[in-house]
């Protein structure tokens, strides 16, 4: 069936450095969403990607949806610490329903 | 307007217990879910809900159910309790028109 995985699994950075999660799902996906869990919170809605080749940006975080709709990415400009946090990018496995969520990437920033 | 709304926050169940997690969205949302989460696996689909009277399994199904008599709520049954289902919980709604996932605050449970 449909996985979606997520590498690194750990990243540990120094504030002001760049961060990046990728993500790569093993069939093509009609969409991806990436969402981010502070320590002991829920995971929030981030941003959600649909066409080939899409970038969108959100302040310092930039989100790259790969040609062949089977690969993304989340890349962090000048990590701060309110950046600490796991990141996790989603897929659907037949439907919008039944979104499959990576493992997640946990971010720590040393400040 | 509280989103989606989960209880008990904390619960600590003896092996073969059940109990009924309680989920409640105030979004009017068709859609719902429920997933666990363990360290390294990120989140697991238990089983989801596309509208009142009707459900499905996700990918760890067993050992839930799950049922849906209106579009606020969304309980999740444990029938026999298992140390295996220690873990956090989270309830989540979705928009029908942006499909974005809100989540609840999660139900930490520890089945001793």
């Known amino acids: 069936g449909q996985q979606v995985m997520q590498i690194p699994q750990y990243q540990h950075v120094q504030e002001g450095e760049d961060f990046t999660t990728y993500c790569n799902s093993s069939t093509t996906l009609s969409n991806i969403q990436w969402y981010k869990q502070r320590p002991g919170g829920h995971p929030v809605f981030l941003i959600q990607l649909v066409k080939s080749g899409e970038v969108k940006k959100q302040k310092r975080l930039t989100f790259q949806f790969g040609e062949a709709k089977k690969n993304s990415s989340l890349h962090i400009t000048a990590t701060q610490t309110t950046d600490v946090g796991t990141y996790f990018c989603?897929?659907?496995?037949?439907?919008?329903?039944?979104?499959?969520f990576g493992a997640g990437t946990r971010l720590t920033v040393k400040p | 307007n509280a989103g989606v709304t989960q209880t008990p926050k904390f619960q600590v169940l003896k092996t073969g217990q059940s109990m009924t997690l309680q989920c409640a969205q105030d979004?009017?949302?068709?859609?719902m879910s429920w997933y666990r989460q363990d360290p390294g696996m990120g989140l697991r689909l238990i089983h989801y809900?596309?509208?009142?009277?009707?459900?499905d399994q996700g990918e760890v199904p067993n050992g839930y159910n799950v049922s849906r008599s209106t579009t606020e709520d969304f309980p999740l049954r444990l029938l026999s309790a298992a140390p295996s289902q220690t873990s956090v919980y989270f309830c989540a709604s979705t928009d029908s028109v942006s499909h974005s996932y809100t989540f609840g605050s999660g139900t930490r449970l520890t089945v001793v």
């Open positions: 989603a897929g659907p496995r037949y439907n919008n329903n039944d979104m499959r």
């Open positions: 979004m009017n949302h068709e859609y």
């Open positions: 809900s596309v509208g009142a009277g009707i459900t």
